[in-house]
């Protein structure tokens, strides 16, 4: 209670791999790791919606690809994007690798992700091993690949090694795109990590900042895609957002603005 204002703690537990608690104020509902920032935070008259701006900004994807088929989403955490994809894209897969049971349970008791839609597929494990594991063992390609991998320590360090990352653009369709939230305000780490990106889709990494938040999201793709093409959205993305609510016009605008033989300099 202290911690979180006028919140109301209705759920706290710990284990081995730290503290989870849920905290509701209001029409809100947060998953914390035992410190006040959000790990996670869903409406609860509307759980499908995306209420953290950070959440919004990595559905930047679709801007990329509006009509996925598979999605891979690496970091469960309270299953708002999770929910969003099987709200919107009713006959899309979507495969969870989490590495925290607790959250899981949580996530399943606490914020309405289903146990029981046969197009969601939850796995326990490492985020970096599974990915792996896809691309060595498998067949398997998304359309989105979707990582959110963050404990109360922050980003989980097996997610930002040049690996991760080749692999990532290993397991993506050809017309797949990588959505990933960084903390931006560790410019070190942040640089390296874009660097590593970069070096994985050969120079076809994208930022989209995340209003007044620290975070930062990373969109890459195996494809290319011009000034042009992306000027040519304007006339889709009113409709796109009239439909998700996530700000795609805002996402949009910043892609544009940006010019990509910059965006390789400032991370070369």
């Given at each position: ?20 608690e849920v905290v509701d ?99 326990l494990g490492d985020g ?141």
């Amino acid at each position: 209670m202290r911690l979180y204002g006028d919140g109301m703690v209705v759920h706290q537990s710990q284990t081995d791999e730290g503290v989870i608690e849920v905290v509701d104020t209001g029409d809100s509902r947060s998953m914390h790791f035992g410190t006040f920032p959000r790990q996670s935070s869903m409406r609860i008259s509307m759980p499908h919606a995306l209420e953290l701006s950070y959440t919004q900004a990595m559905m930047g994807c679709l801007l990329l690809n509006p009509t996925p088929r598979r999605a891979l989403v690496v970091g469960l955490g309270g299953g708002s994007v999770v929910k969003f994809l099987l709200h919107h894209f009713p006959d899309c897969q979507v495969d969870v690798i989490e590495y925290r049971q607790d959250v899981i349970d949580v996530a399943q008791s606490y914020f309405g992700v289903p146990t029981d839609n046969p197009n969601l597929n939850i796995q326990l494990g490492d985020g970096y091993l599974h990915v792996s594991r896809c691309f060595y063992d498998t067949d398997l390609s998304y359309d989105l690949l979707l990582v959110d991998a963050y404990d109360h320590n922050g980003m989980a360090a097996s997610v930002g090694v040049q690996a991760f990352f080749d692999a990532c653009a290993g397991i993506m369709t050809a017309n797949g795109v990588l959505s990933i939230n960084l903390w931006g305000s560790e410019r070190a780490n942040f640089n390296t990590t874009m660097q590593r990106i970069n070096q994985s889709f050969d120079n076809r990494a994208m930022i989209l900042p995340v209003e007044n938040k620290g975070n930062v999201i990373a969109l890459a793709t195996n494809f290319d895609i011009s000034h042009a093409q992306l000027k040519q959205l304007r006339s889709k993305v009113d409709d796109w957002e009239m439909r998700y609510q996530v700000n795609l016009p805002k996402a949009l605008q910043n892609l544009i603005r940006q010019n990509r033989n910059f965006i390789s300099r400032l991370f070369a």
